[in-house]
């Protein structure tokens, strides 16, 4: 019985094409010193079987296709390289949360705006939110003007993503680091 499917074990490897897998009557052969030129697929496969290295489709879409002469393990190894250093770089910036409450003092005040230049050092948002409880609601402005003293004290090395406003008992600010 033939198998239609592959099984859920096997992994599917998206490879380039290669030598006689490159059906297209005419291929753009890339040279090492970036030159290129026009010519059948028969006289490229030709030309790499007599470097004793494979065609390689290095653009499949492009009309007509752009091949290169090279090592096939070697360009797989290359382009695995390239996309482990591509998925490193693209680490996906998170955002910090900082709270402080409605009496908190100007030191800790200090500490926590020392804090949010660490994170945008490290390209990290930061989220400032102020907490009200009880009686405080009666004095909203007194929390709105610190959480601003606060995005102004951090104007240097940040900019304002999300202005002030209030979310249930809370008021919230986020903050990015500047370009």
Do not use: C, W
Request: net charge positive; charged share 35%.
């Amino acid at each position: 019985m033939r198998q239609r499917y592959p099984s859920r074990t096997q992994k599917f490897e998206k490879r380039p094409r290669t030598n006689e897998q490159i059906t297209v009557p005419e291929v753009l052969l890339v040279h090492d010193d970036g030159t290129t030129e026009r010519l059948p697929v028969a006289e490229a496969i030709n030309r790499a079987q007599a470097a004793e290295f494979d065609l390689i489709e290095v653009s499949p879409k492009a009309q007509p296709p752009v091949v290169k002469i090279g090592d096939i393990g070697a360009f797989l190894y290359q382009q695995q390289k390239k996309e482990k250093k591509q998925r490193s770089h693209g680490k996906q910036s998170e955002v910090k949360m900082l709270r402080f409450g409605f009496r908190t003092e100007q030191h800790d005040l200090d500490r926590l705006m020392e804090r949010a230049r660490e994170f945008f050092i490290e390209r990290h948002l930061v989220k400032f939110s102020v907490r009200l409880r009880g009686r405080e609601f009666t004095n909203k402005e007194y929390a709105v003007k610190k959480l601003k003293g606060i995005l102004q004290a951090l104007a240097d090395v940040s900019e304002i993503e999300q202005d002030v406003k209030q979310q249930g008992n809370q008021f919230i600010a986020v903050l990015r680091p500047k370009r």
